[in-house]
């Protein structure tokens, strides 16, 4: 089980992720700074080694922390990166869904040829997807549940299966905050060494 903190800004393009749980892991650290204009910025702190570990582009398929997450599903998606094509709508669980094709831009060199991406219609939340390895074989499902949040749609939970390594991942929010006034000057990598009160 992996315990952890995360906090995050700008909808989640500034992020850092202190892991409390197994103590073996205790302290390591990961700050994301998502960029327009040039590749992510993605490190890690490894108390063990005393270093730092820079995640570099070509390592965006490699698993978060042994997770079925991999660095590019932490990432987030701008409309601006993608092809889409609207498929034919859908029900999950009772919810009435629109039905995307998402195709990534060449030049964001991901590692998934495709997503097919269920959007709740009453929230226009997704949901749920699938995502496709470069040779269009089915890789990874997920769900995605929200909850209510002082006016906010907040993810509680998220499940992951990667179908070609049967194997998968629950990653369940507790103690969650919302406009909580965070600084920008928190998200910097020396910030990574420590960490935060509970």
Not at 2 to 17: A, F, G, N, V
Not at 37 to 49: N, S
Not at 56 to 61: E, G, I, L, P, W
Request: charged residues 35%; proline residues 2%; contains cysteine.
């Amino acid at each position: 089980i992996l315990e952890l903190i995360s906090m995050s800004k700008d909808d989640s393009e500034k992020q850092m992720i202190w892991i409390l749980k197994p103590s073996k892991d205790k302290g390591i650290s990961f700050l994301k700074i998502e960029y327009e204009d040039k590749d992510d910025f993605m490190t890690m702190w490894l108390p063990g080694f005393s270093r730092f570990k820079r995640i570099k582009s070509s390592q965006k398929s490699d698993s978060f922390m042994g997770s079925d997450l991999s660095f590019e599903d932490m990432t987030s998606r701008t409309l601006e990166e993608n092809k889409y094509k609207r498929l034919e709508d859908d029900t999950v669980d009772g919810k009435e869904c629109f039905v995307l094709e998402v195709v990534p831009n060449a030049e964001i060199k991901s590692t998934y040829s495709k997503h097919i991406t269920w959007v709740e219609k009453e929230t226009l939340i997704a949901i749920k997807e699938e995502s496709y390895d470069l040779g269009g074989n089915l890789r990874k499902k997920k769900m995605f549940l929200f909850e209510s949040l002082s006016g906010y749609n907040v993810i509680s939970n998220i499940f992951v299966e990667d179908i070609q390594k049967n194997h998968s991942t629950k990653l369940t929010m507790g103690d969650i905050k919302v406009d909580s006034g965070l600084d920008e000057s928190l998200f910097q990598e020396k910030n990574l060494k420590r960490l935060p009160r509970n």
